[in-house]
């Protein structure tokens, strides 16, 4: 077995001795089998993505057939007409 040091912060460490104290545990035992849960309920590392995300084009996306100018029309007929 190994020994360590660790931090946490007051308030937790008053919950955990707590905790070990009415299950008649040790604080050792505690964070043993805290670690424990943590290994079964995350088993493996989450997988790192081999290329970065890029969003589509604007070519893949809506507004297919208009012009720049109908798009930028239409832009300004959704505005609001107290700003015009």
Do not use: C, H, N
């Not at 590392?45 to 507004?63: C, H, N, R, Y």
């Not at 007929?77 to 015009?84: E, I, T, W």
Request: charged share 25%.
């Amino acid at each position: 077995m190994t020994k360590t040091q660790i931090q946490v912060p007051e308030e937790l460490f008053r919950e955990l001795r707590s905790f070990a104290k009415q299950r008649e545990w040790s604080l050792a035992e505690t964070f043993r089998r805290g670690a424990e849960l943590l290994l079964q309920v995350y088993p493996e590392a989450p997988e790192l993505q081999s290329t970065a995300w890029t969003p589509p084009t604007s070519g893949k996306v809506g507004w297919k057939g208009l012009s720049a100018a109908q798009l930028r029309d239409a832009a300004f007929d959704d505005g609001d007409p107290r700003l015009a």
